[in-house]
């Protein structure tokens, strides 16, 4: 091991807290341009990698069902008729309202996909598909359907994982 390699072994210090870990291992900054005189190469904080795969924080289908069942109450009920020109529209509230409620729940790690779909009923067979690569240990989705004698709606919201 050579004289430099020793001296930045001892320049390490690390300190585990939350589990992350902290390096002051001096950046390599150009002091000069700094206009600050208390900054200087020995004093800056550099943080490390946490290398933490898993969600502290990880999506849960209990409360996303409970989003779910409070906005089709809140838009759907036994005697809601479809409305071509409104459906579209309705589409799009309940997408971004599901979708922003569930980022308010601040579940770490996951984007959120929001698809809702009326259709409305006229004696006719419907087949309605959500297709997506997905890893069964992490990637999670909760769907919903709403029906009546005039419409069908149906709300899938996809937790997808992102490290």
Do not use: W
Request: hydrophobic content about 30%.
């Amino acid at each position: 091991m050579s004289s430099r390699e020793a001296s930045i072994d001892e320049q390490i210090h690390e300190t585990r807290e939350e589990d992350s870990i902290l390096s002051f291992y001096p950046a390599e900054i150009n002091v000069e341009e700094i206009d600050d005189p208390n900054i200087s190469e020995e004093n800056i904080i550099k943080y490390e990698n946490t290398y933490r795969m898993e969600s502290k924080k990880p999506f849960d289908e209990r409360l996303t069902k409970v989003v779910l069942k409070t906005e089709i109450e809140n838009h759907f009920n036994n005697e809601t008729k479809y409305d071509s020109n409104e459906a579209v529209q309705t589409c799009s509230n309940i997408s971004l309202n599901v979708r922003n409620k569930i980022r308010e729940m601040e579940f770490d790690r996951y984007k959120i996909v929001c698809i809702v779909q009326i259709v409305e009923k006229r004696s006719q067979g419907m087949l309605s598909k959500v297709k997506f690569l997905r890893d069964l240990t992490k990637d999670k989705y909760v769907k919903t359907k709403f029906e009546n004698n005039n419409l069908v709606a149906t709300i899938v919201v996809g937790a997808l994982y992102y490290e």
